[in-house]
Each structure stands twice: as structure tokens, then as C-alpha cells.
């Protein structure tokens, strides 16, 4: 029985010169004697400290992959250990870290797994994990079935990478993909550590393991999540939770309840205890973005958070002691708005402790090329992309010459339109153009371009370029006009006000 299962297990595996169809037919087959959901292929980058998803296959179906998972060094060094065992049974994802930290970014619902590790020449390739949704449901027989199969799954791997020029870049033996790799400036989730964000990545460096309140301030967009993910994971919380909360996102009446949680009987409907997000963040970090949204009631009871580390559920007595890290975040000018009398001035010096300010994307355009090398990746694993959609010399100086209003939020979703249009490429921004530079002709029949980078003598009435200005944020938006992302937000200006100049100025 045995020998007939190897026999036609290596048929199916040797079926046809595309990966994800001999899978798909080894899958099939194997299905039968194995309790399996699914099973996937990924090989070890050593030189990346990376893991990267080629295959996967399950009941729906069959599919290549490139993405692509860090991991820590130490994990890395783990793969690269000779003394692994060549099969291992993982019946709980979660008591094998290295499977629990990038699987499940890439499939879902993995808990446990048969692990067979690829060998070639005596060094690791990668792993074929043999996937089920339940927990438990592996044996030992199980694992000696599939231990036979590794000499060809390792070997239909290898062709198919040559094939598709990745195991040469694996190797370091193809300097073109290497050289474009290694300018993927990324440390810790940030694009362009050592090129435009270099100094804030030196002040992350210099603050990440101090407990001191951070203050990050930055247009809408920028990246100062990112920012801030960088800070908790470069901390010495980075093992604790990293909780965040869009300040502007929460109505007012759910301030309290929201970040502080509240007491069984607080009010009505309260039917039982609820954990509040300062509680949820005890031992780690928080990141309060949009902290100009907070109202003056709200901004009182955070000042006696951040002097007493405590805070009161609402309708409780009794003061819950808290441990963590406060960083903060606005797109707001909060010293205006203290002159404004809308952002308490004591507040306002218990965050600016150490303030960062995050560059626009049209201040580091020398980031944009990896900006756009590493969305695309994002983006092609997103939609299932065969291979990477080109971007030529000329499209990209396009993205280049663009303002970028909505900084790097407006360029995924810029990226993410153009893969929609061409997802084989080359991706054509063709769209972008009008925005550049409008013509808007005047009532004198003069007609002036509209751009912010180039600034004309010839002016045109104030209304004209604001309803120019409006739209143009409006198209960034795709139309939306309250809440995050929206052009109030965008605009830095009240989202009622914003819709009595639109029906000023006759902006539908």
C-alpha cells in the first residue's frame, strides 16, 4: 500500500511543469489518507532573515505566491540549525513560533501541521506544510506516508524557482534581483529607515527603549502608525500588547467608556465589566492617533493618566494602576489650537516630552521607488498576481513628479487602482496627470495652470481655486467626505463647514 502511494504521489508531483497544478493534483490524492485542509511551500531566505510563500493549496484552490515574512534573527538562526528534524508533527501552531509568527499572515485558520523539510545538497530550501483547521488531528503514521515525498517536492520546488529566477536570487548569483532587493530599505515595517526617514529612525533608536511619551506629528498618511509600530517593537514591550485607537473615530459619549472601560451596572445596558483600551495596553504600548480630536473633558482625564498611571472605569471607585507606554499622534498644529483654547496647554506639554515630525512623501521622493517596489509586492500577494506587474522608467517619474496631498495612504491606493486596471502590467498612472497641473480658465478668457509645485504670476478669484482645491480632494477620497480619510480630514477643516462652502461654491 505504501509503495503504491509513493508511486503515484511522485506521478502527480511530476504531472506538469506548473507548480500549483501537480499540487493540485498531489493534494487531490493525498487528501484521501491524510486529514489534511490544505498544504503550502515556502523557502528560507537566509540572507533576508525571511521566509517567503511561493505555493498553497487547498479544496478551492491551487495558487503561486511571493510574499514575503521577516522574522527575527534568532528564529532565523533556528532554520538554519542542520540538527532540525527532517519531518515534525505540530499538532497546536502555537507550540511552534516560527509556523505561528508567519503562517497565519498568509493563511488563515492553520492549527496544526505535518512539517516536511526540504533538503538539497545538505542545505535547507524551505518546508512543505500539510495543513488542518483542528487541532490534534495528526499521527505518526501520518508523517511517515508524506517523509518519502521530500526528494521530489524539494526538486519540483528548485525548477520552479530557477523558473521563475527566484532560487538564483536565493543563492545571491543574480545580482540585478539581489541589488534590487537590498534597496527595499526596510527595518522594523519601515520603508526608507536609511534614506528619507533616516532621522526619525534615528530618534526611534534613541527612544524605543525609554518609557518616555512620544508625540509624532505629521500630515494625514504619512506613516506615523508605522512610526509607531517601530517604537513598540524596537521597545523592550515589544512582547506586550500593542493597542490602537483612533481618537477621532470615537464619539464623544463613548469617550470614557471607550478608553478607561467601565463597571457592571455603570449605566444602562453596562450587563458586565468591560475592559477599556488603556486596561487592554497594560504592560505595552498605546497609540493614540488623531489626539487633536479628543474633546476638553476627555483631554482632562488623560492628563491624570499620564501623571498618575491610573486610571477609573466609569461608575467604579477603585483605581486600576497601569503600566505602559503612551505614544501619540496628530496632523493638527495643537499650538494653535491651545491659542484656540481647544487643546489644554498642560497636555500638550505632558506629550511633546519628545516630539517627531514625520516628513510628507513629497519630502522624501527618493523614497517613492521603494515605496512603490514594496506596495507592489503588498499588492500582487493581495490579488494572486502570477508575477509582478512592471512599472517603466516614464510611469514611474510620474509618481515622482506628483504632489501627494494624501502622502503614502493616497499611494497604495494610487498603486492598488493601476494593478486593478493592468494587473499584468506595465501599470500605467496615465490618471494621475490632470491632477498635476489644472487649467482653469478665467472670466477674462485667460487660462492659468493650477499646480503646487510651480507657483504663476497669473491669479485667478479665490473661489475658483478653492472649488479647484475642494474637488481635487474629493477625488482623492474617492468622495468621502467625514471621518478618516475623508476630505474634512484631508483639508484640516470641520467636515460642516467643508459642506456649506461645497453648497457655496455649487461642488456636488
Given at each position: 500500500?505504501?509503495?503504491?502511494?509513493?508511486?503515484?504521489?511522485?506521478?502527480?508531483?511530476?504531472?506538469?511543469?506548473?507548480?500549483?497544478?501537480?499540487?493540485?493534483?498531489?493534494?487531490?490524492?493525498?487528501?484521501?489518507?491524510?486529514?489534511?485542509?490544505?498544504?503550502?511551500?515556502?523557502?528560507?531566505?537566509?540572507?533576508?532573515?525571511?521566509?517567503?510563500?511561493?505555493?498553497?493549496?487547498?479544496?478551492?484552490?491551487?495558487?503561486?505566491?511571493?510574499?514575503?515574512?521577516?522574522?527575527?534573527?534568532?528564529?532565523?538562526?533556528?532554520?538554519?540549525?542542520?540538527?532540525?528534524?527532517?519531518?515534525?508533527?505540530?499538532?497546536d501552531i502555537e507550540h511552534d513560533p516560527i509556523t505561528a509568527l508567519v503562517a497565519p499572515k498568509v493563511i488563515s485558520g492553520?492549527?496544526?501541521?505535518?512539517?516536511?523539510?526540504?533538503?538539497?545538497?545538505?542545505?535547507?530550501?524551505?518546508?512543505?506544510?500539510?495543513?488542518?483547521?483542528?487541532?490534534?488531528?495528526?499521527?505518526?503514521?501520518?508523517?511517515?506516508?508524506?517523509?518519502?515525498?521530500?526528494?521530489?517536492?524539494?526538486?519540483?520546488?528548485?525548477?520552479?524557482?530557477?523558473?521563475?529566477?527566484?532560487?538564483?536570487?536565493?543563492?545571491?548569483?543574480?545580482?540585478?534581483?539581489?541589488?534590487?532587493?537590498?534597496?527595499?530599505?526596510?527595518?522594523?515595517?519601515?520603508?526608507?529607515?536609511?534614506?528619507?526617514?533616516?532621522?526619525?529612525?534615528?530618534?526611534?533608536?534613541?527612544?524605543?527603549?525609554?518609557?518616555?511619551?512620544?508625540?509624532?506629528?505629521?500630515?494625514?498618511?504619512?506613516?506615523?502608525?508605522?512610526?509607531?509600530?517601530?517604537?513598540?517593537?524596537?521597545?523592550?514591550?515589544?512582547?506586550?500588547?500593542?493597542?490602537?485607537?483612533?481618537?477621532?473615530?470615537?464619539?464623544?459619549?463613548?469617550?470614557?467608556?471607550?478608553?478607561?472601560?467601565?463597571?457592571?451596572?455603570?449605566?444602562?445596558?453596562?450587563?458586565?465589566?468591560?475592559?477599556?483600551?488603556?486596561?487592554?495596553?497594560?504592560?505595552?504600548?498605546?497609540?493614540?492617533?488623531?489626539?487633536?480630536?479628543?474633546?476638553?473633558?476627555?483631554?482632562?482625564?488623560?492628563?491624570?493618566?499620564?501623571?498618575?498611571?491610573?486610571?477609573?472605569?466609569?461608575?467604579?471607585?477603585?483605581?486600576?494602576?497601569?503600566?505602559?507606554?503612551?505614544?501619540?499622534?496628530?496632523?493638527?498644529?495643537?499650538?494653535?489650537?491651545?491659542?484656540?483654547?481647544?487643546?489644554?496647554?498642560?497636555?500638550?506639554?505632558?506629550?511633546?516630552?519628545?516630539?517627531?515630525?514625520?516628513?510628507?512623501?513629497?519630502?522624501?521622493?527618493?523614497?517613492?521607488?521603494?515605496?512603490?517596489?514594496?506596495?507592489?509586492?503588498?499588492?500582487?500577494?493581495?490579488?494572486?498576481?502570477?508575477?509582478?506587474?512592471?512599472?517603466?522608467?516614464?510611469?514611474?517619474?510620474?509618481?515622482?513628479?506628483?504632489?501627494?496631498?494624501?502622502?503614502?495612504?493616497?499611494?497604495?491606493?494610487?498603486?492598488?487602482?493601476?494593478?486593478?486596471?493592468?494587473?499584468?502590467?506595465?501599470?500605467?498612472?496615465?490618471?494621475?496627470?490632470?491632477?498635476?497641473?489644472?487649467?482653469?480658465?478665467?472670466?477674462?478668457?485667460?487660462?492659468?495652470?493650477?499646480?503646487?509645485?510651480?507657483?504663476?504670476?497669473?491669479?485667478?478669484?479665490?473661489?475658483?481655486?478653492?472649488?479647484?482645491?475642494?474637488?481635487?480632494?474629493?477625488?482623492?477620497?474617492?468622495?468621502?467626505?467625514?471621518?478618516?480619510?475623508?476630505?474634512?480630514?484631508?483639508?484640516?477643516i470641520n467636515a460642516n463647514t467643508l459642506r456649506s462652502k461645497m453648497k457655496k461654491l455649487g461642488i456636488v
Open positions: 500500500m505504501e509503495k503504491h502511494f509513493y508511486h503515484e504521489s511522485t506521478l502527480r508531483l511530476c504531472s506538469s511543469l506548473q507548480l500549483e497544478k501537480s499540487l493540485q493534483s498531489y493534494f487531490e490524492f493525498i487528501r484521501d489518507e491524510l486529514p489534511i485542509d490544505g498544504l503550502f511551500i515556502n523557502i528560507f531566505r537566509k540572507q533576508f532573515n525571511d521566509i517567503q510563500f511561493i505555493a498553497h493549496v487547498n479544496a478551492n484552490q491551487s495558487c503561486t505566491l511571493d510574499r514575503q515574512i521577516s522574522i527575527p534573527e534568532e528564529l532565523a538562526k533556528c532554520l538554519d540549525d542542520p540538527q532540525r528534524p527532517r519531518v515534525r508533527i505540530v499538532n492553520i492549527h496544526s501541521l505535518i512539517i516536511l523539510r526540504m533538503s538539497i545538497e545538505n542545505t535547507h530550501l524551505g518546508i512543505v506544510g500539510f495543513y488542518a483547521k483542528t487541532t490534534g488531528v495528526f499521527r505518526p503514521r501520518h508523517a511517515d506516508l508524506i517523509a518519502p515525498h521530500m526528494h521530489a517536492l524539494a526538486l519540483i520546488t528548485a525548477l520552479n524557482l530557477r523558473g521563475r529566477n527566484l532560487l538564483k536570487e536565493n543563492e545571491a548569483l543574480s545580482k540585478q534581483n539581489v541589488n534590487l532587493r537590498r534597496t527595499l530599505d526596510v527595518q522594523n515595517g519601515v520603508v526608507g529607515a536609511n534614506s528619507g526617514l533616516k532621522h526619525v529612525m534615528q530618534q526611534v533608536q534613541s527612544i524605543a527603549k525609554i518609557n518616555t511619551t512620544v508625540l509624532m506629528l505629521g500630515e494625514t498618511g504619512c506613516g506615523k502608525e508605522v512610526i509607531a509600530n517601530a517604537i513598540h517593537e524596537l521597545s523592550e514591550r515589544s512582547d506586550k500588547p500593542f493597542i490602537k485607537v483612533n481618537c477621532g473615530a470615537i464619539p464623544d459619549t463613548l469617550i470614557d467608556s471607550e478608553l478607561f472601560g467601565y463597571e457592571k451596572g455603570a449605566f444602562t445596558g453596562a450587563e458586565s465589566r468591560k475592559i477599556g483600551y488603556f486596561e487592554q495596553a497594560n504592560g505595552g504600548t498605546i497609540f493614540l492617533d488623531e489626539i487633536g480630536e479628543l474633546p476638553l473633558s476627555a483631554q482632562v482625564r488623560l492628563l491624570r493618566v499620564l501623571q498618575n498611571s491610573c486610571i477609573t472605569r466609569v461608575g467604579g471607585h477603585d483605581a486600576v494602576q497601569l503600566d505602559i507606554r503612551i505614544v501619540a499622534a496628530t496632523h493638527r498644529n495643537l499650538q494653535a489650537m491651545i491659542h484656540r483654547e481647544v487643546f489644554r496647554e498642560d497636555l500638550w506639554y505632558r506629550l511633546a516630552i519628545f516630539p517627531i515630525e514625520i516628513p510628507s512623501l513629497r519630502q522624501r521622493r527618493t523614497d517613492i521607488p521603494l515605496l512603490v517596489q514594496h506596495f507592489i509586492e503588498q499588492l500582487s500577494a493581495k490579488f494572486n498576481l502570477p508575477q509582478l506587474p512592471r512599472v517603466t522608467p516614464e510611469q514611474l517619474n510620474i509618481l515622482n513628479q506628483y504632489a501627494w496631498p494624501g502622502n503614502v495612504r493616497e499611494l497604495i491606493n494610487v498603486l492598488e487602482r493601476a494593478i486593478i486596471q493592468q494587473p499584468s502590467g506595465p501599470l500605467d498612472f496615465g490618471f494621475l496627470a490632470p491632477h498635476q497641473g489644472e487649467e482653469i480658465t478665467t472670466q477674462a478668457n485667460q487660462t492659468v495652470i493650477i499646480d503646487p509645485n510651480y507657483a504663476s504670476d497669473k491669479l485667478v478669484p479665490l473661489d475658483v481655486m478653492t472649488r479647484k482645491y475642494i474637488s481635487h480632494a474629493l477625488r482623492i477620497t474617492g468622495g468621502k467626505l467625514y471621518g478618516p480619510g475623508g476630505a474634512a480630514e484631508l483639508l484640516d
